[in-house]
């Protein structure tokens, strides 16, 4: 079966870095996204990986290892507008997205 | 600004009354997607068009249908909406379906069923 797995829920400290981690299995691969959605709003796009290592973007970053299935979002400079759910989805074979469940990121002052 | 817009943005409805969902776009993208998200989980692909053709997801209960009428609306209709279909209905649009395929979404349409 096709799965993503994410952390529920992390805490960091405004002024910091963190780094949201996600393992996947899918049938095929074909590149992956991580969107960001703040509470009852929709998703925005981030980035979009498809070959291994790391793409920068501003303060955001996001890293894949193909091989490993997986891959990292790394946050720098948050601020509390940077709280909102991170949502990491892979595209299968099919280019159909495997949408994980998020991970809510809060910030703290 | 080229965009997707969802109307209404809240629906409050009645269990077993029908409810339509509309979503417009400006971007003249040949894909539309209709996804369910409820609470803290995954958004859930109901289904799709590219240009006319329709792809219904397998699991997608027949209680949803879909019309595209046009490249520039799509319609969600929910039959006869039950307690568990309350949740955030989100359309969304891409270019194509392969590729680095962005999806921009609307807004969404957050239906409550009493």
């Known amino acids: 079966g096709q799965n993503i797995d994410q952390p529920t829920e992390m805490t960091a400290t405004e002024g910091a870095i963190v780094q949201i981690n996600c393992t996947y299995q899918?049938?095929?691969?074909?590149?992956l996204f991580w969107y960001q959605q703040h509470a009852g709003e929709a998703p925005t796009f981030l980035s979009y990986?498809?070959l291994d290592g790391l793409e920068e973007k501003g303060r955001f970053s996001s890293f894949l290892s193909r091989s490993k299935g997986y891959s990292y979002l790394l946050l720098k400079e948050l601020q509390m507008k940077d709280s909102a759910s991170y949502l990491c989805?892979?595209?299968?074979?099919?280019?159909?997205?495997?949408w994980g469940a998020g991970t809510k990121l809060i910030i703290k002052p | 600004d080229a965009m997707v817009i969802q109307n209404p943005r809240y629906q409050v409805t009645q269990f077993g009354k029908p409810v339509t969902l509309s979503c417009s776009q400006t971007?003249?993208?040949?894909?539309m997607y209709w996804y369910q998200q409820k609470s803290s989980q995954a958004p859930k692909l109901l289904f799709h068009?590219?240009?006319?053709?329709?792809?219904n997801e397998a699991d997608t209960p027949d209680n949803f249908q879909s019309r595209r009428p046009n490249t520039s609306f799509c319609f969600l209709d929910i039959r006869s909406p039950g307690l568990g279909d309350a949740a955030m209905y989100l359309c969304?649009?891409?270019?194509?379906?392969?590729?680095?395929?962005?999806?921009?979404f609307g807004a969404g349409s957050r239906l409550t069923v009493l």
């Open positions: 068009y590219y240009d006319k053709d329709f792809n």
């Open positions: 899918t049938s095929g691969f074909n590149g």
């Open positions: 990986n498809v």
């Open positions: 969304a649009t891409s270019i194509e379906v392969s590729g680095a395929n962005v999806l921009t």
């Open positions: 971007l003249n993208h040949n894909v």
């Open positions: 989805a892979p595209q299968d074979s099919n280019y159909q997205l495997i």
